[in-house]
């Protein structure tokens, strides 16, 4: 129907453009900072304003914006707003003041984030029955997992649903009870708005028979009578897997002991969405005059932001030997693709130095990316580093190889530093979290420690957990361990886990810390506020990376 | 005699800023040399047929444009990397003196190197936009304080949207592209220094000071008897960065017997196109002198002896620190002694040298320096100070003639 609306409002030219864009939002230290451009003509004024109506403060600068007037022909104007809150992003709104008087008003998302995705609000002409309450949000399937979500109004006391698709017979069930704050806003007079939130994941026998269900049911018994909650809102896990996994970890409250013993019902699901042995087709473009015979091969994982490419390779044209070094980039997000064909161009231009670009038809994370590359990869030593490091040595290269030459070394790292010049990454260590009792994470001891006040004797000295933003190991190792297990989901603990295998050869990983690069680490997740969609699959890494590892990491953390 | 590009951002005809005027003067005196010279200059807008190039007389225009400011990158690179390329071979000189990168993208180093790896590359210096994304003012966005230093977490203060680490790798870009050059010109000592301390290597910056035409110094005024030296002039654009503000506020300062005799002339302009903010600073500041202020507006090159000829001391109030402003060297190649804020290129010009300085932003301070200025005799000193010998002719002619022989 909507899309029927939005044809006939083309059709009948009603739909005017937006008088304004957002160019980017950004989190500052203090608030936000939200950069753009409006059309003079049409806007009499832009700000923010809270959700409850009451205009934020905000600084703000005009800037002058002649492309855009070039562009379109129209006069425009280009502001800056910087705003102190402490609001987050959602609770806020960009507002639009028209010279005609009316108001425009979008919501608001930070650069680099994802789309938030709708969580249906509390409706309750949409209930299904007289006798209980309750809402069948959304449900999500892969294969033969079949995942549901949304509240009832029982006080939590119903452990046992059905799910209702003819012919499917559930072989298992697994469901958390939950309070949910939106439940207990709207019901605030009812006792039983506790614990309403359910989230429920069946297996049945068949992945054939839900892909053809419109409409999806659960049954319960309430009350001696056994009540039904539908949902047309039906989500294929396959096919969005990001938006999916959001919807479905969302509500996980992993920091809950309760849930996170209930951990193993996400796992199966997740693994369907993000299988370890997708092969994306791979196309690769050559740039310059490859040298004949590498010595290294550097890997380059691009994935969001690819102008990192722009300062590398010029970096590497200074001071690199093209002769030792071949430089293969692997575009990790299909959907950058033809920027990142442009931008190579571009620097081949700028620059002399040989480099490749490989660009993957999907995105498959961080291990797989660097799985691929290798592939590609002539050298007997390979070079993995993120596309956010420069490096600070010279003769950086030179020195990796010198330690990596050594038939005793498994993998060398080097010694990290953020653009401050403190310590990003000196070596990892497994760390407990308050939150996760029994789990082992990764730590990066003396993070943001003035280098000065880290010195050190030796420039090589054996360390287990290596960050793989800056690694060199010997191709033959990384292929007899088979190279990055790819059943962490988007990127992470892969390095570790492939450090331990390396030692398990008879090898010694090595640090070198003569060695130092930049690396400009984007903004990582913390890993002590829950909530996140993206912090949950950390813990479901975790528990994978744990659960493989145990004793060997026991012994590591005894030892430090 | 050598082959000599000049790479401007601007033609001085087009476009009058001190790099395109310092540019233009030192093609003009290599030329008269008998230097074999080509000047291109960027220009806006579309030539015909879309050509890169077109000409104006014997020089030629270079149409192109800056896609990112931020990190003062260009992506049409087809007229560096291809069209200046073929021009650059065709002509093949021994030097290019690349006076400014804006407008062109900074990628106009590897471009020349790449047309000519033989010849030496010169790049002049005029202010810190490399290391300064605030017009290269080093001044502080919004409150406008003067800043010592280009340290990525501050930048991110003034540009909250490009994060520290946008600002460090925008730094380790600009200086691969600046590794192209073969010597760095400073017309200060000031700057060259801002700019060792950044990143530049020390062995390839060079402190020569901007040329000037030659320029016939003009007599004292002559004055009545008991008579002071009571005429000021501002030269200049009538911007934030300029301190007008300070100047106008200085004399509301000055004590009444002082005032009553005091007369300032505004050579400038621009006043027009500023924030409403400062407009009405001014405006309300001009209001408060107006007994004793004449705005003059705009001046041709033609018309600056026969304007600063009015004045006995020429003030430089700028807020910013300045590098080498050429309206110090035209003072004193003219015969007028300064009073000049006492920080950067100011400081280094003027002070011992060519008149007095007052502390830089402060109009009492400056409203002092006047009341001390006006005596006779104390123009009188500064004024048999001032040299017009331009020794920087003889230093550039120097460096050129040394530049290919080691």
Redesign the interface.
Known sequence: MNKIKNVARRLLGKEAPKPYVID?V?K?STGY?V?GWYATSTVQRVGLISNENKPLAS?V??IERSDVVSATGKPATGF?L?CDTELDISEFQFIVLCTDGNQLKASLTLQGDIQPIDVPSIDVSKMSSSSVKGTLEYAIYVDEYVYVTGWLLDAGKTKSFDLNIKKAITKDTNLIRYTRSDVVNAFADSAESVNAGFILVFTLDSAELVPSVKQLSIEFEYADKLEKLSTTQIYNGKSDQMTNAQRMLNAWQAHSPSHLAKADMFIPMLDKMYPGDVKPSVRRLDFGNAAASPSVSMIVPLYGRID?M??QL??F??FINAETVEVIYVLDDPKLANEAT?LAR?MA????FPFSLLILGKNVGFGKANNIGVEYARADNLLLLNS?I?PKSMQWVEKLLETSNKPEVGIVGARLLF??NTIQHDGMAPMTVNEYPGLLFNDHPKKGWPIQLAPYTENEEHCTLLTAACWMVKKSDFIAVGGFDPMYILGDFEDSDLCLKIEELGKRNMIRRDVEL?H?ERQSQNLVKPGRWKHNITVLNAIKYNDKWKSKLGDLEGKL | MKKIAFISHGHPELSKGGAEVASWNLYQLLKQQGHHCLYVARTDGSSHGGSTFSSRGEEVLFHTGMTDWF?L?T?H?KPL?TDLYDLLKQFSPDIVHIHHYAHMGI?IF?AVR?ALPNAKIVFTLHEFMAMCMHNGQMVK??TLKLCTKA???DCHQCF??H???D???RK??IL??F?YVDEFISPSEFLAQRYIDWGLPEDKVHVIENVLPTLTPANPRSLPSEGKRTKLAFFGQVNPYKGLDILLKALSLLPEDVREQIHLDVHGANLDIQ?SEFKEKVEALLGEVEDCVDLRGPYESEQLPSRMAECDWVVIPSVWWENSPVVIQEAIHLGRPLIGSNIGGMKEKIEGIAGLTFEARSAASLAAAIVHAIEPEVFDYWYAKLSNQQSAIEQHLQFIEKLNSN
Do not use: W
């Open positions: 980017s950004a500052t900072c950069v600084d600068t005009f800056q910087v990192f722009r300062y010029s970096n044209q200074r442009k571009e231009q700028i620059v002399s956010d420069l653009e401050d930049y400009l | 990190n990158s992506s690179l990397f990628e590897p790449k966005r919004e340290v990525p977490s909250p949207s994060s520290p680490g600002f460090f790798l380790s870009y691969d592209q590794s924030t």
